[in-house]
Structures are given as structure tokens and as C-alpha cells.
């Protein structure tokens, strides 16, 4: 007979994302336990001390089984143990030892919830004694009943959280006397008690009576409903104001997952707690695999602004270093690209990093730093650089545009767009100028220019190889024997799809191909889309199990581009020796 405690209802079998059952999804009245108690040497769990071990399995107040034997713990019985619990070496002494033991006990737990008053201490010891005796620790579920008596019961109904006080207030025939079986006897009347109390919490599932017994805030607890109904698909969430606003995109493989992640203990950031308060209600747009989750979050970031969005993921603040189209060309930092004939390198994501590169730049070649606008038919006073040699002097016509543009723009220009090794080089020869004359500091400054350079001319590039191709067709294999179908066009996500299982995914990908959306060629290394989809792009691409299906052209970088220089740029980033 199904215990008073549990409300009746049907089986709550909630899918994951790959079609199996979610335990925690299931009602508490579905749910398997086995309510353990062990006694104990006492001391820390060090692999052996197990006295006693009593367990008893339920399930929807029903008594399953159960399970209780002395243990030889292979070591002195300590006198106040004996008092506490009436254990006598004696009586340990015929018992079996603790590896005995557990290979029975652990087919016991297999496929249930272990309950225990005090989880950590029981489970500490089971888990040491696994460790020291070469078995694997199953990967179970524990709920703790000392937890959910903290969360559920106040101090004016219960003065404290003890075993024997929670037996004697929930009227268990069974009073604890720290004897391993009947402890676990009273546990189990304990916790039909604390279940029935979950109700008036809203706590119906296993997963909710687990999170229940953390410390959730007040706001997690109360908004928690908001992920009810949620589908268990790949795709974006979006948690939206009274007013519709959007405060706040994510992206999941499992939206229901991640979104009810949200309401437990484990979200600890302050900006989500200030969301959840102002969420009223979470969307949530399927997709048809993670690749378009991810780039439909990057465009509703970009499209909406989320107020609790970190800053970094707004793909539209990006700045670029220009090498402008004047009659002596110099370096500028622009937000946006023209088209008007000049050399762009990024983007970057603050001004920050364009200055850093374009000091590296200032480095290795002599481009002048001033914004004055020159001209041929007069001249300007020279700046202190001049002085020092470290500018042509263009200003006082001290070099021709010609040889201005030889000497100072060329390798600029060059080294965006292939080989950037003379740039490189002279960057390295300085860095070792300065470590020769011990000023270390200086030295590492001009490390972390090129650092910034390289980033950026090594991703542009990189970039590059894909967004000059009109379109790639390409699919991989996903978890349930389906194909993963992505057109890009121009490195923008033009069309997604799944072919489902056991079925040819040529149907499905003619029919991707033909709905794709139209992309036109732009100007720059990322025409058609963000820096940051086309890279979600190139990485789902580049993993070893996609395929590529169809390209309309050749997908190339320059033979002695700046993707040579990773393994420098590596041990740069780590600080070693250029």
C-alpha cells in the first residue's frame, strides 16, 4: 500500500535530450531509496572503521527490502563505542571484514537513492572503503535527511535537526539507539514525513527534493516554475521581462536541463539572481543541433542587448586597426569597415588590443604614429619620433611616398594578408635587443604587442580561408545516428538540419540547400556574419567527425600565412622566450 505521504498521480517520465528517462525527474512516490545508517569507530573515513551497516529499500512507502550486518573493522573497538552503541569487540570479532561486504551492499544500492541522516558521514566512509578495496563508487543519487529537515521544518516545530528528535516529532514506531538497522528504520520514517511536507514546497520529483535540500535562494525557489513545460531539445532560452523584454539568452543541448540549472544551488552569480527576480516568463526556440543554438544566440545577444548578457558576448563592439588610403598611410582605430580601398586588421574586441597591436606594428616598421593630414605641396614640422629615428619624417618630405610606402605600409599590408614574417621578425629581433641589455620589462611589453598581432592576423586569416567561399555543405553524426546538417554561405549559418536516424540525409540536406538563406558577398575578412559565428562555425567544422559534402571553391589559407607562427604565439601567450 502506497504510504499516506506520497500523493498519487502517474509516472513522471521526463526524457532527456537523448530519449532515456530522467531520474530526477521522477515523482518521489516513483523513486527507488534505500535508507542506510553505518556505525562506526568513529574518526575520519579512512577506508576501514565500519562497525554496522543497516539498510532498508523502499519505494512509495513500501518496504522492498533489507539489508544489515556487523563488520569486522580490523582494528580496537575504542571503549565509548561500546557504550554508545552496545557493540562488543566480541560480537565484531566472527564478522566479516568490510571488502566482504561490499559487493553485496553495493548490488543492494544498484538503481535507488541513498537516503541517510548526514549523508557526507555515511557516504565518506563507503566511499573510502570502495577507494582502499579497488571497487568503483556507483555514481548515486543521495539525498540527505538532516538537509531537508533544515529547509522544511522550523525551529518552533523542532528544536534541532537530530535523528531521535525528527523520529519522535514525525511519531516513528522506531526510536534510534545508534544501532545500524533500527537507525535506519527510524530514517525511513523520517523521510516519509519530510515527503509529505515537500508538497506544500512544491517539491514533487527527485531532482526538486535534491536541489530542495540545498541552499537555493528565496527567488530561485519561488521562480522555479518558470522552467515547467520546457522541451528537452537542443536550442536558445530566452528569460523575458513582464514587458517582453528579453533580460537574458542562453544556449543549451538540453534547454529543460540547463534552464531548471538555473533554480539549484549551484547558480550562484549575483546578476542571475537579480534576473530570475525580474524574469516572468522563459522562451524557447528549438534548433535543430548546437551549431545553430549557438549562432542563434550570438544573433539575439547582438539583435536585443540582454541587460544580464556579459559584455563580452556582444559580437557588435568591435573596433579595427585601418591602415588609411592617404598619401602617407598611417594607423587608425575604427569601429566599422568601408569600402574604400583600404587594409583592415581584426577585429578586435576592445581599442584596448588594437593599440597593443598597433604598437607592435610601430615596432617593426616605420609608419608614422601622428594624425596630422599631410601633403605633398607643404610641409609640417616633425614630431620627436623624427628626432629619434623612429619615423621617416613624411612630414618634412624627408622620404617619398614611394619609398614610404616600400619601407612602412607594404609589410603592413602584406602581413594581413600573407606572409607576415618580416613584420615577425623584426618584432623578435627588438625583443632580443632588450633581453641582451637586461631590460626584461621593456622586453616583455613588446612581447605582449606581438602577442596582440599575432592574435589578430593569425584569426583574420583563418577567417578569411572561409568567408570567400560562396557556400560549404557540410554534416556530421549526432548522438542517435542521424546527421547534423549545416550550410554556410560566405561564413554566415545559412541553413540547419537533422536527418533523422536509419535514413539517407541526402533528402534532408537537398531540401537545407534549397530553403538556405540567400547570403550576398560582402567587403572584408567577415562580410556576411560576426567574427564569432563564423569561429563556432570553423570550429564545428574543423572537428574530426564533420564532413565536408560540397564546397564552391577551393577552402585555402596562404602557404607562408601567419597560421605558421601558432606554436610561437603559444609559447609567447605561456610566457617562455620568443
Known amino acids: 500500500m502506497t504510504h499516506p505521504a506520497y500523493v ?25 531509496f534505500v535508507v542506510l545508517d553505518l556505525e562506526t569507530t568513529g574518526g575520519a573515513p579512512d577506508g576501514a572503521g565500519i562497525t ?14 533489507e539489508f544489515a550486518t556487523l563488520v569486522n573493522p580490523g582494528q580496537p573497538l575504542p571503549p565509548f563505542i561500546t557504550v554508545l552503541t552496545g557493540i562488543t569487540e566480541a560480537m565484531l570479532r566472527p564478522a566479516p571484514p568490510i571488502e566482504t561486504v561490499l559487493p553485496a551492499l553495493l548490488e543492494f544500492l544498484r538503481g535507488a537513492v541513498l537516503v541517510a541522516h548526514n549523508a557526507p558521514y555515511d557516504v565518506g566512509f563507503l566511499k573510502a572503503a570502495c577507494a582502499r578495496h579497488g571497487y568503483p563508487w556507483p555514481a548515486l543519487r543521495v539525498l540527505d535527511t538532516a538537509a531537508l529537515a533544515r529547509r522544511a521544518l522550523t525551529r518552533d516545530e523542532v528544536p534541532n535537526r537530530k535523528l531521535g528528535t525528527l523520529a519522535q516529532f514525525f511519531r516513528s514506531p522506531v526510536q534510534p539507539n545508534h544501532r545500524a538497522l533500527d537507525d535506519a528504520k527510524a530514517t525511513v520514517d523520517v523521510l516519509h514525513g519530510l515527503i509529505e511536507r515537500l ?37 536558445v532560452y530566452i528569460f523575458r521581462a513582464a514587458d517582453e523584454r528579453p533580460l537574458y539568452v542562453g544556449t543549451s543541448k538540453d534547454v529543460a536541463t540547463r534552464v531548471r540549472s538555473y533554480f539549484t544551488a549551484g547558480e550562484k552569480r549575483a546578476r542571475i539572481s537579480e534576473m ?27 539583435a536585443h542587448a540582454p541587460p544580464y548578457n556579459r559584455r563580452s558576448k556582444f559580437p557588435e563592439r568591435v ?32 581599442r584596448r588590443t588594437a593599440e597593443l597591436a598597433a604598437a607592435g606594428v610601430y615596432d617593426a616598421v616605420p609608419l608614422r ?74 622586453a616583455a611589453v613588446v612581447r605582449s604587442r606581438l602577442i596582440a598581432l599575432l592574435r589578430a592576423l593569425i584569426r583574420m586569416q583563418r577567417l578569411q580561408a572561409v568567408t570567400r567561399l560562396p557556400e560549404v555543405v557540410a554534416a556530421r553524426r549526432d548522438d542517435k545516428g542521424g546527421w547534423e546538417i549545416a550550410v554556410v554561405r560566405h561564413g554566415r549559418l545559412a541553413a540547419a538540419a537533422t536527418s533523422p536516424p536509419r535514413e539517407h540525409p541526402r533528402p534532408t540536406l537537398d531540401a537545407a540547400m534549397l530553403t538556405a538563406e540567400t547570403v550576398l558577398p560582402g567587403h572584408g575578412p567577415v562580410p556576411a556574419a560576426t567574427a564569432e559565428e563564423t569561429e563556432r562555425i570553423l570550429a564545428w567544422l574543423e572537428r574530426p567527425d564533420t564532413r565536408l559534402v560540397e564546397t564552391s571553391g577551393d577552402w585555402v589559407s596562404p602557404v607562408r600565412g601567419a597560421a605558421r607562427f601558432a606554436a610561437l604565439l603559444t609559447r609567447a601567450e605561456a610566457g617562455g622566450s620568443a
Open 199 to 235: 508538497g506544500s514546497f512544491k517539491v514533487h520529483t527527485l531532482g526538486d527534493a535534491i536541489e530542495f535540500a540545498k541552499a537555493v535562494t528565496p527567488a530561485q525557489r519561488r521562480q522555479r516554475h518558470l522552467a515547467d513545460g520546457l522541451p528537452h531539445v537542443p536550442g
Open 369 to 442: 604614429q601622428c594624425n596630422h593630414k599631410l601633403s605633398l605641396r607643404s610641409k609640417t614640422p616633425a614630431c620627436a619620433l623624427a628626432e629619434l629615428g623612429r619615423c621617416p619624417a613624411p612630414c618634412e618630405h624627408e622620404i617619398t611616398p614611394a619609398e614610404y610606402d616600400l619601407r612602412a605600409a607594404l609589410p603592413f599590408r602584406t602581413a594581413t594578408s600573407g606572409d607576415p614574417g618580416p613584420v615577425v621578425a623584426a618584432i623578435l629581433a627588438r625583443i632580443e635587443a632588450l633581453s641582451e641589455k637586461q631590460r626584461y620589462e621593456e
Open 52 to 65: 554496522e551497516i543497516g539498510a532498508v529499500k523502499v519505494r512509495g512507502g513500501e518496504r522492498l527490502g
Open 276 to 302: 530570475l527576480t525580474a524574469a516572468a516568463r522563459v522562451e524557447a526556440v528549438e534548433c535543430a543541433h548546437s551549431l545553430e543554438a549557438e549562432v542563434r544566440e550570438l544573433r539575439l545577444i547582438a
Open 8 to 32: 498519487q498521480g502517474t509516472l513522471d517520465t521526463l526524457l532527456t535530450a537523448d530519449g532515456s528517462v530522467d531520474p530526477a525527474a521522477l515523482s518521489l512516490a516513483d523513486t527507488t
Open 319 to 350: 573596433v579595427w586597426l585601418k591602415l588609411t588610403t592617404e598619401i602617407f598611410p598611417r594607423l587608425s582605430v575604427v569601429r566599422r569597415m568601408a569600402e574604400d580601398g583600404a587594409t583592415y586588421l581584426g577585429p578586435f574586441s576592445s
